[in-house]
């Protein structure tokens, strides 16, 4: 059974810290993904990387960066954590033809 | 960028009723997907699609790719299938790269006993 598997369910930071969010999938997936969700606007893309080294921005990528130095693992970093990015912040993976698998999700509080 | 849209947004229905949630999307694509989301919990795939039916206990899910529509259809509801069913839409890039998952708002079902 595939496993995505976020570091923390909950989290609470300060204003201007810096902030890592980190996954790891078990199934030698290439494809994995960053979104948060927030009440109203649904699943939003925030990066994405389709292999080691590569990212892609997603639609909101302003206020974050990525990480994925080993195929199994996608670091999303807040650089300086602001308010607005107090959400619930979801991790996917999703090899070829196959479905996605989301990760519980990490919920975030930037006080 | 595909626009996902999805109907109804909110459902109440009873028990036993059965239960049809829509789905249609702007630009051609590689695949569909259904997710549901209980209150509180994680997101689950339920199907993958990218032709034709499939179907998994009591749920079933179609796909027309030409007319660019999906269904999600719950027989027998229960009250336990009360969650938010999601309908995300995913595009390849030729080389097998996947460029992300774009989101209908979701279903909001509400299955009375």
């Known amino acids: 059974d595939v496993k995505v598997t976020q570091s923390s369910r909950y989290l609470v930071k300060r204003t201007g810290e810096k902030v890592f969010l980190e996954c790891v999938q078990d199934m030698d997936h290439e494809n994995m993904f960053w979104y948060r969700q927030d009440p109203g606007l649904g699943l939003r893309l925030i990066y994405f990387s389709y292999d080691v080294k590569m990212k892609e921005k997603g639609d909101i990528p302003e206020g974050y960066s990525v990480s994925r130095e080993k195929k199994e693992r996608f670091s999303l970093i807040l650089e300086s954590a602001s308010t607005n990015q107090t959400s619930m912040y979801l991790c996917?993976?999703?090899?070829?033809?196959?479905?996605?698998?989301f990760g519980d999700g990490t919920r975030l509080s930037i006080l | 960028k595909n626009e996902v849209e999805q109907s109804p947004q909110n459902l109440t229905a009873q028990e036993g009723e059965f239960i049809t949630i829509n789905c249609s999307y702007s630009?051609?694509?590689?695949?569909l997907h259904w997710l549901q989301q209980h209150p509180g919990g994680g997101i689950v795939s339920l199907f993958m699609l990218s032709s034709g039916k499939k179907k998994h206990g009591r749920l079933i899910a179609t796909i027309n790719i030409q007319e660019k529509h999906s269904s999600l259809h719950i027989t027998a509801s229960h009250p336990r299938d009360s969650a938010v069913y999601i309908c995300a839409v995913l595009n390849m890039y030729s080389g097998g790269g996947a460029d992300g998952l774009t989101f209908g708002k979701g279903t909001h079902l509400i299955i009375q006993p």
């Open positions: 996917a993976s999703i090899g070829v033809h196959q479905p996605q698998h």
């Open positions: 630009v051609g694509i590689s695949a």
